[in-house]
């Protein structure tokens, strides 16, 4: 390995970061109070009232908008035309959920007209190296325990081997020509017969590199992970306290991104590897390709056009090796799309999980603890598996940041099933299933009123939250400075009308409402970077170059009203290129929730940057003194005498003036320790049919506090589309498996997304607060909606009809089960 | 072999393998405004209008569709002049990713063409068989129901009132992005 791929330069595997040693924390002490000030330095730029601001929270037009409603925008597919040499690539796949290949017939397929090559794990081109898909930070906390192509197959789906032909069609026949033999073994679909000694044993130690903490590869163990705070032990035993304990469990869902994964690689004129790939981290991918093709990093471009959706699946590394290798080998440039089929059995999905809850309250209703365990199932590999897991706790619990002791623990287990990664919401939303609907239950119990006793335990502003950074590894302590909770409530009370539900006339109809809270983070607390440049143009217009990576959220658009708000100009001054490695300033990517608080945060600071020059140039040309000076509506103007000078004026004195000239440039970089929680408060709206179980949910109601949001229109549309994702995790089976572990489903007609017409009215509400560490005061808003209605929806059948579902999807057969038992 | 369409008003000889569907072919011809996201016939993003019914060409026979007369959504409205649905859409937030949007507003143009006054049910009834992941459908209902508004008030046709195959977008009408269309904008090394 070159040094240019190992960036570490050792030649081996990075020590991994996974860590997260189990540790108790004592309660507050006066010295970390003063390593978590409350106080934050904030620009007074940052905080502008309502009428201050010209660009950010306007609802302006999505940039891309006119492209995509006529069409004329480009995904990664849409460029095949500009390569008339282009050749189309299919995988083969394993049909088997575990063993080893023991040979591979490519004879057939190789002779087929249009056949380039057929590539099989020995190939020359295919790398032999290990590692993780995962496309996180590095050093990477997921396991390498991959191949690009693989012999020793551990689901119905993994790739074996891989075909370049002239057409996709003549590709997709010669994959079905390869013929595999293998030496099956027995395989273990359940996540809970994995864990027993005597399973089938899906990976040996030495088939690991880069292990997780608290990996047992005998059980099928790929990482576990602990966290304390206090002394929940004892507080479960105390004499004065219910204990009561539920469990959980969630399905397997799919990103169903619409635009399925799609990667086009070639090398150009001068040698280096070009890839125009569908993805959400541009960065993290050359890097993994650097490490696997032992190509130096220098030599490797990806760029990402319009994206089509990636909602997580597209932060793992799933496609690009494959057209990659094949361009290798064949030195055509190759296209690689998945079919549908693919994306529901050998892209990546949700992990399913089974999580307990427990909690000592008193009879008061205090909170003295809470306990959650997960058992999470990882399927075939073991990326994001450990971190997924570690947010089933990290989101959830530190909204009761009132609570003393708290305990957290997670399982994650390998199985012969497809493989999971990271997607929306990133184990929250089985996490917040848990607490939510475990937190209704307990209220109900104790006849306490289900909100009252939620606020009682809740964060506020000022709070000090040592439960997200109780497990070391993602999250850390942080101090509260926005928390928008209360007003969220009051507002998704009254839109769902939670204090005046009329019963339906019919006896056998029953109506409810039930609701759920929820927290997230803002990127990755110390485990983020962003970077954005500016530069003038002799008109007074900008190129914006930042390596934030827009999937479809409009985060290009908020780039540019961030950067207009500080420029003094109009968005459309400002051309915005993102997301190409050779060309914009790095980034980690999206994912996180972290685009609009991390990249957006570099865009401002490069703004500012640039902005001090030009109030330079402005002060010379007025002859004032540059802190007179401020930028607006397209000009540099002085408070202090009126006169102004336009930015064109200044664009051109800098770029011809006579004595001297400067390109006005700006650059900005940004990394924090912050992680500040957005809030959700999500409210559902049910009738339930008590004779079948048939349920007609009327609406769904979600505030969220996402600080300032920097594009209320774009914002809520993150609101609405991860909250029917939600109502998804609620209703849907996702992609159910047979008993050898190959997803039942193969097209959108066979996988249950809530159409238009199942799909309830929506209600976004923006609750605005004001967070000082994020730019304009904005936080995150895309994932937290993700959470909510899976607990919520549980909690309005119960308050319907007295049952209660615990095993997602709620579905009418469930209910009715339910109320026979009674 | 060899069929001949007439793609939004214009006649074109375009070669079509006898597996091929009319979707992969319209997209060889140039038509990327045409998507796809499924296997065949599954996600409605690649819907047309195949003799004025609304179709996806993705489910469709390239050969089975010889001598039809199909329209994309760029024959609908360009960058610059925007049908009233596609104004609509961009009014009303209603595109996130935008993948499933040219099969949706195609979709949403023929349920206006047929009633110019739907109920927010109808609404959804039209786009039931069009998958959307980002939006949750939300703004989209919205967004037709506020295009049926403006239609009915301006008393425009759900074709726009424009002749059948108005030019599809120019490439360099594109807007001020740098990499979202076109070439990739200098940074690119072709």
């Given at each position: 390995m070159s040094d240019d791929a190992d960036?570490?330069?050792?030649?081996?595997?990075?020590?991994?970061?996974?860590g997260t040693a189990s540790q108790s924390d004592a309660a507050e002490d006066p010295a970390e109070l003063e390593q978590y000030p409350f106080e934050w330095d904030e620009p007074a730029n940052n905080d502008l009232a309502p009428g201050e601001?010209?660009?950010?929270?306007q609802r302006a037009e999505k940039y891309d908008d006119r492209k995509l409603v006529t069409g004329q925008a480009k995904y990664?597919?849409?460029?095949?035309?500009?390569?008339?040499d282009l050749a189309y690539a299919a995988v083969v796949r394993s049909e088997i959920p575990h063993g080893r290949v023991t040979?591979?017939?490519a004879s057939a397929a190789e002779a087929?007209?249009?056949?380039e090559v057929v590539l099989t794990p020995?190939?020359?081109?295919?790398?032999?190296a290990k590692y993780t898909s995962a496309g996180q930070s590095y050093p990477e906390p997921s396991p390498w325990d991959m191949h690009v192509l693989t012999e020793h197959v551990r689901y119905v789906g993994d790739p074996v081997a891989a075909v370049a032909a002239e057409d996709a069609e003549t590709a997709r026949a010669a994959a079905d020509a390869v013929e595999v033999r293998y030496e099956e073994y027995d395989y273990v679909t359940d996540p809970e017969a994995a864990f027993d000694a005597d399973a089938p044993q899906l990976?040996?130690?030495?088939?690991?590199?880069n292990e997780i903490v608290g990996h047992d590869y005998d059980r099928n163990r790929m990482a576990n992970i602990e966290g304390e705070l206090g002394d929940p032990e004892s507080a479960f035993e105390g004499d004065d306290v219910h204990v009561h304990e539920t469990e959980w469990e969630t399905i397997r869902q799919s990103?169903?991104?619409?635009?399925?994964?799609t990667s086009l690689a070639y090398r150009n004129e001068d040698d280096r590897h070009v890839l125009v790939t569908s993805t959400q981290v541009p960065n993290h991918t050359r890097r993994q390709l650097a490490h696997l093709f032992?190509?130096?990093?220098?030599?490797i471009r990806v760029k990402k056009p319009?994206?089509?959706?990636?909602?997580?699946?597209?932060?793992?590394?799933?496609?690009?090796?494959i057209p990659l290798a094949l361009s290798l080998a064949t030195d055509r440039p190759v296209l690689y799309e998945a079919t549908r089929e693919e994306e529901f059995y050998a892209m990546r999905s949700r992990h399913p999980m089974k999580v307990k809850a427990k909690t000592a309250v008193t009879e008061?209703?205090?909170?003295?603890a809470i306990d959650i365990y997960a058992l999470s199932n990882t399927g075939a590999y073991g990326s994001h598996g450990m971190t997924v897991a570690g947010n089933v706790g990290s989101k959830p619990l530190?909204?009761?940041?009132?609570?003393p002791n708290v305990h957290f623990e997670a399982d994650i287990v390998h199985t012969n099933t497809p493989q999971t990664g990271a997607m929306r919401g990133y184990g929250a939303p089985q996490g917040t299933l848990a607490l939510e609907g475990h937190l209704d239950e307990v209220a109900r119990d104790l006849g306490l009123d289900p909100v009252e006793f939620r606020q009682r335990h809740y964060m506020e502003v000022?709070?000090?939250?040592e439960i997200a950074g109780?497990?070391?590894?993602e999250g850390a302590k942080r101090r509260i400075r926005s928390c928008g909770l209360d007003e969220c409530i009051e507002r998704g009370k009254e839109a769902i009308g939670w204090d005046d539900i009329e019963q339906p006339d019919e006896d056998h109809l029953h109506r409810g409402v039930g609701m759920a809270l929820s927290a997230q983070g803002t990127g990755v607390a110390g485990d983020e970077l962003g970077a954005a440049q500016l530069m003038m143009n002799e008109d007074g217009s900008f190129h914006l170059q930042v390596g934030?990576?827009?999937?479809?959220?409009?985060a290009d658009t908020a780039f540019l009203q961030i950067a207009a708000e500080v420029l003094g100009?109009?968005?459309?001054q400002i051309v915005v290129r993102s997301s190409d490695t050779d060309v914009t300033p790095f980034d980690y990517g999206?994912?996180?929730?972290s685009t609009t608080y991390i990249s957006g945060m570099a865009v401002k600071k490069a703004a500012e940057d640039a902005k001090a020059r030009i109030l330079e140039w402005g002060a010379k040309m007025l002859d004032e003194?540059?802190?007179d000076l401020d930028t607006g509506d397209g000009a540099v103007y002085s408070e202090a005498t009126g006169e102004s000078v336009t930015l064109e004026d200044i664009g051109y004195e800098a770029a011809y003036g006579d004595e001297e000239r400067e390109h006005i440039l700006g650059k900005g970089t940004h990394c924090t320790e912050e992680s500040p929680p957005p809030f959700a408060a999500q409210f559902v709206d049910v009738t339930v049919?008590?004779?079948?179980g048939e349920f007609d949910v009327h609406e769904l109601v979600v505030a969220v506090d996402?600080?300032?949001?920097?594009n209320p229109g774009m914002a809520e549309g993150q609101v609405e589309g991860a909250n029917h994702m939600s109502y998804e995790l609620a209703v849907s089976e996702g992609i159910t498996l047979d008993?050898?572990?190959?997803?039942?489903?193969?097209?959108f007609d066979e996988y249950?997304?809530?159409?238009a017409t199942e799909t309830p009215p929506i209600e976004s509400i923006l609750v605005e607060t004001h967070?000082?560490?994020?730019?304009?005061g904005a936080k995150s808003v895309?994932?937290?909606?993700?959470?909510?209605v899976p607990p919520a929806l549980s909690n309005a059948v119960r308050d319907a009809v007295g049952v209660r579902i615990?095993?997602?999807?709620?579905?009418a057969e469930k209910i009715r089960a339910k109320l026979d038992e009674r | 072999m060899d069929i001949e369409l007439t793609i939004n008003g214009e006649t074109a000889t375009v070669e079509a393998g006898p597996e091929q569907d009319l979707a992969t072919v319209l997209r060889q011809h140039g038509?990327?405004?045409?998507?796809?996201?499924?296997?065949?016939?599954?996600?409605?993003?690649?819907?047309v209008f195949v003799d004025g019914e609304v179709r996806m060409a993705c489910g469709v026979a390239a050969t089975e569709a010889e001598g039809s007369e199909i329209r994309t959504?760029?024959?609908?409205?360009?960058?610059d002049d925007l049908h009233p649905v596609q104004q609509a859409f961009v009014d009303n937030f209603?595109?996130?990713?935008?993948?499933c949007i040219p099969g949706m507003i195609v979709q949403a143009t023929a349920l206006l063409d047929e009633n110019p006054d739907p109920t927010e049910r109808e609404v959804r009834e039209a786009l039931d068989?069009?998958?959307?992941?980002?939006?949750?459908?939300q703004k989209p209902v919205e967004a037709v129901l506020d295009a049926a508004g403006r239609m009915r008030e301006e008393g425009v046709a759900a074709d726009g009132g424009r002749p059948v195959g108005g030019e599809p977008a120019d490439d360099t009408a594109m807007g001020k992005s740098a990499d979202a269309g076109g070439c990739c904008g200098g940074g690119c090394d072709e």
């Open positions: 960036p570490r330069g050792d030649g081996d595997a990075p020590e991994t970061d996974g601001r010209d660009s950010v929270s990664t597919a849409d460029y095949e035309a500009r390569y008339p040979d591979i017939d087929m007209d249009g056949v020995d190939s020359e081109a295919v790398p032999d990976f040996a130690d030495e088939e690991v590199e990103h169903a991104n619409v635009e399925k994964h032992d190509i130096p990093i220098r030599d319009r994206v089509g959706g990636g909602f997580g699946g597209k932060q793992a590394m799933v496609v690009e090796p008061d209703g205090d909170i003295e530190p909204l009761y940041s009132k609570v000022g709070d000090l939250d109780m497990m070391g590894g934030g990576v827009d999937i479809g959220t409009g100009c109009d968005e459309d999206a994912y996180a929730s003194p540059a802190a049919d008590e004779e079948t996402c600080g300032v949001a920097i008993e050898r572990g190959r997803a039942e489903v193969s097209d249950h997304l809530p159409s967070e000082p560490t994020g730019p304009f895309a994932e937290v909606p993700t959470n909510t615990r095993e997602m999807p709620i579905t | 038509h990327i405004d045409v998507k796809c996201g499924c296997d065949g016939g599954t996600c409605g993003a690649s819907k959504v760029a024959s609908l409205g360009t960058q209603a595109v996130q990713c935008g993948f068989d069009n998958v959307c992941r980002c939006t949750g459908y």
